[in-house]
Structures are given as structure tokens and as C-alpha cells.
T-cell receptor, first 110, second 118 residues
Framework: DQQVKQNSPSLSVQEGRISILNCDYT??????FLWYKKYPAEGPTFLIS?????DKNEDGRFTVFLNKSAKHLSLHIVPSQPGDSAVYFCASSNTGKLIFGQGTTLQVKP | EAQVTQNPRYLITVTGKKLTVTCSQNMNHEYMSWYRQDPGLGLRQIYY???????DKGDVPEGYKVSRKEKRNFPLILESPSPNQTSLYFCASSLSLWTSGGSTDTQYFGPGTRLTVL
């Protein structure tokens, strides 16, 4: 049973616009959430995280929002750049162990 | 340069032929982990190690073995590979499982090993 779900396999946006990637989880015990970015032929790299005691965390162009009642988190990228084109994984944790979603491929068109 | 290295990066083998994928980190990290990435399933944890000589099963450990004799190395062993183990494998490490602030520590991933079992 998939505890962390990214229901959109792919997303295409225009350069300069906002990219919104979504993630749903089922385990209410998760207390930490992360986003990783992955380029082809490379390993995932950490992007941004949020603790369950917060509902928003911002780092430059990247903002993660957490809605605990809906068990939903989202990653906003503003403005989107062609270099943001990658696979984005959300991950959740409650014991330190990470549970990953299936990933969303983002394409930012020039 | 701080990094996690994996070897080989690509491997094609046949069913039943034992193989080892090596993983090494130079960051003095205590926590190391192996994941496999499959289409539509994301990254799933195979095994992890909290420290030297301490290993435990992840979500999909069947058909795999690991060892942690030294802090820097965490090899993944497939004693008798089968076609369903064809996948992209990632090793990851972090300083510990938890940060001093109580949050999950950031994991650093290797570049991946693409394994095909015929």
C-alpha cells in the first residue's frame, strides 16, 4: 500500500510561471516531509523540507506547503526555470526512515 | 569532495550469478541505506545501517544481503539475482538518522547503479 502518493506522473509549465507539485500521504504519524530533485543519470538531491509543526517553509524560489488535515503537501517553484526540469520526489518520515512517492517529472519549457 | 560513490554504474548479468554493488562515502556518516527505483513505484528502501555492524531490513529486502564492516562502506549483495531485481539502485548516507533538533537528517545519494538481470 502506497503511503506516499504523487498522482501526477508529469507536469509541463512555461518558463517564468509557477510550478506546483503535489503529494498526498496516508500515515498521520508522519512528522517530517522532504522534497528531492533528480536529474537523469544522477542520484536524488535534497531540495527542501518541512516539519509537521509548520505549514510553510520557503527557500528562495522554492516553497513547501503542508496541510495536515488534508494529509497533503505541495512544492511551489516560482519562477520556474528550464534548469528545474527534473524528477521530483516527495518523502515522508516518522521514525527517520523515508517513504518516497512515485515521483513527478517536471518539464519547464523556454 | 564530499560524496557517495557506487560501483559499477551499469551492470548486465544473468540469472543466478552472484554480484556485489559497492557503496562508499567519505563524510564519516553513520547512517547508510540502499534503495531501488522502479517506474511507478518511486524509491523503496532495501536495507539500512545505523552504524558499523548494525543493519536492518527495509521495505523490500528479499533477495538482497548487506554488510557494514567499516563505517564508510555498505555493499549490496545479490546472491542469486533474478530478472525482477532489474532496477536502478541508489545508495545513500546521512550523518545520523536524526538531527540534534529531532528532524530526519538529510540523506545524500550516490549516482545510481543500473542493473539488468537477464
Amino acid at each position: 500500500d502506497q503511503q506516499v502518493k504523487q498522482n501526477s506522473p508529469s507536469l509541463s509549465v512555461q518558463e517564468g510561471r509557477i510550478s506546483i507539485l503535489n503529494c498526498d500521504y496516508t500515515n498521520s504519524m508522519f512528522d517530517y516531509f522532504l522534497w528531492y530533485k533528480k536529474y537523469p543519470a544522477e542520484g536524488p538531491t535534497f531540495l527542501i523540507s518541512i516539519s509537521s509543526i509548520k505549514d510553510k517553509n520557503e527557500d528562495g524560489r522554492f516553497t513547501v506547503f503542508l496541510n495536515k488535515s488534508a494529509k497533503h503537501l505541495s512544492l511551489h517553484i516560482v519562477p520556474s526555470q528550464p534548469g528545474d526540469s527534473a524528477v521530483y520526489f516527495c518523502a515522508s518520515s516518522n521514525t527517520g526512515k523515508l517513504i518516497f512517492g512515485q515521483g513527478t517529472t517536471l518539464q519547464v519549457k523556454p | 569532495e564530499a560524496q557517495v560513490t557506487q560501483n559499477p554504474r551499469y551492470l548486465i548479468t544473468v540469472t543466478g550469478k552472484k554480484l556485489t554493488v559497492t557503496c562508499s562515502q567519505n563524510m564519516n556518516h553513520e547512517y547508510m541505506s540502499w534503495y531501488r527505483q522502479d517506474p511507478g513505484l518511486g524509491l523503496r528502501q532495501i536495507y539500512y545501517s545505523m552504524n558499523v555492524e548494525v543493519t536492518d531490513k527495509g521495505d523490500v529486502p528479499e533477495g538482497y544481503k548487506v554488510s557494514r564492516k567499516e563505517k564508510r562502506n555498505f555493499p549490496l549483495i545479490l546472491e542469486s539475482p533474478s530478472p525482477n531485481q532489474t532496477s536502478l539502485y541508489f545508495c545513500a548516507s546521512s550523518l545520523s538518522l536524526w538531527t540534534s533538533g529531532g528532524s530526519t537528517d538529510t540523506q545524500y545519494f550516490g549516482p545510481g547503479t543500473r542493473l539488468t538481470v537477464l
